[in-house]
């Protein structure tokens, strides 16, 4: 099974570790259930956002700890090219990314807590769950 994670899943995770996401990405980690699916532009994404002022302030670990972390996640997942172009999420088009990384890594599953992107609900057999949802599947 594979899926794409929204930035959002990634900093949930962090912030509260205990909570659905968080064990979405430990059962990646440290149980491989599932294959997770990054492209470059998602992983930009990810550190960008892990360094807003307003998230810093949740997370423990320093900016040379986020880094890494980026870093493990893009090395565990597989990295597709990200040069395919869609044109699905007119609510926020830079969310299309999810999307073509899902449809060129052949994801099942689009994991995310945005609106923009849930409302899709599925898109060429390519699910798009909250992390609970997502959970059960896992088990």
């Given at each position: 099974m594979r899926a794409v994670l929204d930035a959002n899943i990634y900093v949930s995770a962090l912030i509260c570790?205990?909570?659905?996401?968080?064990?979405?990405?430990?059962?990646?980690?440290?149980?491989?259930?599932?294959?997770?699916?990054?492209?470059?532009?998602?992983?930009?994404?990810?550190e960008v956002v892990l360094f807003y002022p307003k998230i810093r302030k949740y997370l423990k670990a320093g900016p040379d700890e986020v880094k890494s972390w980026v870093l493990s996640i893009g090395m565990l997942a597989t990295?597709?090219?990200?040069?395919?172009?869609?044109?699905?999420?007119?609510?926020?088009?830079?969310?299309?990314?999810?999307?073509?990384?899902a449809l060129e890594g052949s994801a099942h599953y689009i994991v995310s807590g945005d609106h923009h992107l849930l409302q899709i609900g599925e898109h060429q057999g390519i699910w798009i769950l909250p992390p609970s949802p997502f959970l059960k599947i896992l088990k």
């Open positions: 570790p205990e909570g659905p996401p968080g064990r979405i990405l430990r059962r990646f980690v440290d149980q491989h259930d599932f294959e997770l699916i990054v492209s470059p532009s998602i992983l930009r994404e990810i990295i597709v090219r990200g040069n395919l172009a869609v044109n699905v999420v007119t609510g926020d088009p830079a969310d299309n990314k999810y999307i073509a990384a």
